[in-house]
């Protein structure tokens, strides 16, 4: 059984109770099927929490696992002192404050492909529902309407599609679009391997001037926030169609709204908004309700069954590695250290300020205790250090007792 100690007395933990793991958001089954069967005690709800719900739902829990929609800001972490690490069983971790988290000792895992190609597969699907405006034709059926037009819709094959954010979804879904015959290009601020015949565009401008379909898929950062708005909607093709299934913070939805309502874009699909609903019974409303060739979808690119059991056991393997041996391998805001367990030794994990001295601080504790160190290693960030050691000698209590004593300390565990 791990045990840990932490800076903040207001949520200690007992030394010998079992790691308990709050999983929100419908986190697939594998996920409770891996860390049950570590014994670990798992409680999960369907939707998100708010943030001061959150905070109070943390006291005594040790893993958080979360999807897109459970905000986590530094306040909610500061009444944590118990939690170890967060799972975010999704790609994006915009929703946690990464620097507060680092800053607390606490590592934040992810799942950087499992739900790629799902996307990738949907993006494709909107093209083409795009392009022969087969929303709008469905929908006039079911209401008892015939309309057998073929003006303004197309084939997708020899037509281009501009990809901004050539990564993992980007760069699927090019491979993708070239087996239907469409040309492709990418905007991506990073140099990038052109997969296929596809070709990097010198600028975001130059795509958006050549596209018939422009799809989006970077992260939502500063460089991405509204990337999306009137001017670069005036620059894309008349009757271009736009698609975001990346954050909702990267196009301006009012003024995509405008560009459709102008008629000057030719549909939108969209699957992700600035504000989405906490759970699925709570409604949902935006601009773009009801406007011609739009399809709108909640925020379920990813949402595949293949991808979220894929995710559940990426991720909580994560979180069991970490609790296990203290590997962050993966980790997105936190030193990398990935050391074997070795058999006769006992570990111990310690979180810290990145300050000059406290390596010799720390060996002096366990030297004075007449212990040897059988590995030791360090990584570091610009805040923090991430310490695994192993000790010949059991003396981790004592070890762990005068670290944490030291005003460098943020966590320290131990391990076995
Ligand atoms: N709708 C969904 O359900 C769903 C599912 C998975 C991922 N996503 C979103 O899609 C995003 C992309 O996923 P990914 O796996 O391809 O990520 P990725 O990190 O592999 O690729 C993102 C790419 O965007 C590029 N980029 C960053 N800033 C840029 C900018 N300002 N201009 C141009 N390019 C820029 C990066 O260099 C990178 O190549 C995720 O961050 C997530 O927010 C949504
Ligand atoms: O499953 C989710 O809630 C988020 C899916 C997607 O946006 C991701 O970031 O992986």
Redesign the pocket.
Known sequence: MSTARFPNPSAPISLQEPIQVLLLENIHASAEKLLAAEGFVVERLAGALKPQELAERLRGVHLLGIRSKTTVPEEALAHAGGLLAIGAF???T?QIDLPASNRHGIPCFNA??S??RS?AEMVIAEIIVLTRQLFDRSREVHTGQWRKVATGSHEVRGKTLGI???????SQLGVLAESLGMRVIY????T?LPLGNSRSAAS?GELLAESDFVTL?????A??HM?MGTAEFAQMKKGACLIN???GTVVDIGALAQALRSKHLGGAAV??YPEEPETNSDGFLTELQNLPNVVLTP?????TEEAQESIGREVATSLIKFVRSGATTGAVNFPQVEAPLIPGTHRILNVHRNIPGVLRDINRIVSDLNANIHAQVLSTDANIGYLVMDLDQDVSAPVCDAIAGLNSDIKTRIVS
């Open positions: 999704c790609i994006g915009n950087p492909f739900n790629t996307v901004i954010g050539y990564g993992h979804i980007g905007y991506d601020t990073m990038k975001l898929h970077v992260p939502a950062t460089s991405t990337m299934a990346s954050r699957d992700v925020h379920i690119g990813g949402s």
